[in-house]
């Protein structure tokens, strides 16, 4: 059974850093691109950033890009995302997942992703 564990969320203000972290069960993980997500209040899901099973040609949202940093350690089985320079839109809950198939090219769309975390709650006050 895949499990995704998030953990890192919290409350900051603004201008502030969280780093979240994702421990991964249940997959050769050091063989999946890996992604994080988020949804805040009233929107759609969105894509935040991806990495290569590698840790190589991460990819970021244009929103985020500059700000945050994700990387991964295969050895931890874990993700992580490193979030810099916080705004009060950056308020979400923050998804991991996980790509279906072994070395696939990170993606910000969801449909390679069948594997998700619960997620966690990052707020950012004014």
């Known amino acids: 059974q895949v499990q995704l564990e998030e953990a890192g969320g919290g409350l900051v203000q603004a201008g502030g850093s969280l780093r979240l972290s994702c421990a991964v069960a249940g997959l050769t993980f050091g063989r999946h691109t890996m992604g994080w997500f988020r949804q805040a209040p009233g929107k759609n899901r969105e894509f935040v950033a991806a990495i290569s099973w590698s840790g190589a040609r991460p990819g970021y949202a244009h929103s985020v890009a500059g700000r945050f940093t994700i990387s991964r350690d295969n050895a931890k089985n874990t993700v992580y995302l490193q979030m810099n320079s916080l705004k009060p839109e950056d308020t979400a809950v923050y998804y991991c997942?996980?790509?279906?198939?072994?070395?696939?090219?990170?993606?910000?769309?969801?449909?390679?992703?069948?594997?998700w975390g619960q997620g966690t709650q990052v707020t950012v006050s004014s």
């Open positions: 997942t996980a790509a279906r198939s072994y070395y696939s090219s990170p993606t910000p769309d969801e449909a390679p992703y069948p594997y």
